[in-house]
């Protein structure tokens, strides 16, 4: 069965700087999905960012990038110029294209920003 | 604007009821699920539906049940049997596999 595992509870950045959240997964498949949400203290579950197992180009989205290193197994994310509302949750997930395709999810990082 | 509506957003249960946590979807996906979280468990899967009038169990089914008679609705009923109820719930839906899920605002349950 498919693991994910984010070995980082919590984590703070200096607004302005630049944090990583960590993240890697087990699977024996070779096509699949990556994602990062974020739980802001609403709860609400916003996608960040998507990451396309047989592209090999990372993904980008504004301030927030990964680094998909599929040998390794990691995707860690990237948060440049930290602000104030990125303090939140971030949780990583794995789908698969098999049968069922089900997400699943990491633990999560407590992110906090220090202004 | 589409989404998915999740009601009531609190809910508090007293020991031994049944209650049902509605979802709600208008985004025409096929697919919607039911995650609880607890405090440093993340997102665990209770149970999904890919079609209408078919379900299957999640990982932590037991003392929970659903139905899914039609496209826009996938209630959670939190059975008796349910040790442990307190949690926050989370239903999502998805159109297919490429893309990830659309989650709805969540309903804090509470036994009292």
């Known amino acids: 069965a498919q693991t994910v595992t984010q070995s980082q509870p919590e984590m703070s950045v200096q607004e302005a700087e630049t944090v990583t959240l960590s993240c890697t997964y087990d699977t024996s498949e070779s096509d699949y999905y990556l994602f990062w949400y974020k739980q802001p203290p609403s709860r609400q579950m916003i996608l960040v960012i998507r990451q396309e197992a047989y592209k090999q180009q990372n993904a980008t989205e504004n301030r927030f990038s990964v680094n998909f290193q599929k040998a390794a197994k990691s995707f860690s994310l990237k948060i440049s110029d930290s602000q104030l509302g990125d303090a939140a949750m971030y949780f990583c997930a794995y789908r698969g294209r098999g049968s069922q395709g089900n997400l699943i999810f990491g633990k999560g990082t407590k992110l906090s920003v220090k202004p | 604007d589409g989404g998915i509506t999740q009601s009531p957003k609190y809910l508090f249960r007293k020991e031994g009821q049944n209650v049902t946590l509605s979802c709600e979807q208008n985004?025409?996906?096929?697919?919607m699920y039911w995650y609880r979280q607890d405090p440093g468990q993340g997102l665990r899967l209770i149970y999904y539906?890919?079609?209408?009038?078919?379900?299957q169990k999640g990982d932590i089914a037991e003392g929970y049940s659903v139905s899914r008679e039609k496209k826009e609705s996938f209630p959670l009923t939190v059975t008796s049997a349910q040790k442990n109820p307190t949690a926050f719930y989370l239903c999502?839906?998805?159109?297919?596999?490429?893309?990830?899920?659309?989650f709805g605002s969540g309903t804090r349950l509470t036994v009292v």
């Open positions: 985004l025409n996906h096929d697919a």
């Open positions: 999502a839906s998805s159109p297919d596999r490429g893309r990830g899920y659309t």
């Open positions: 539906s890919q079609i209408v009038n078919d379900f």
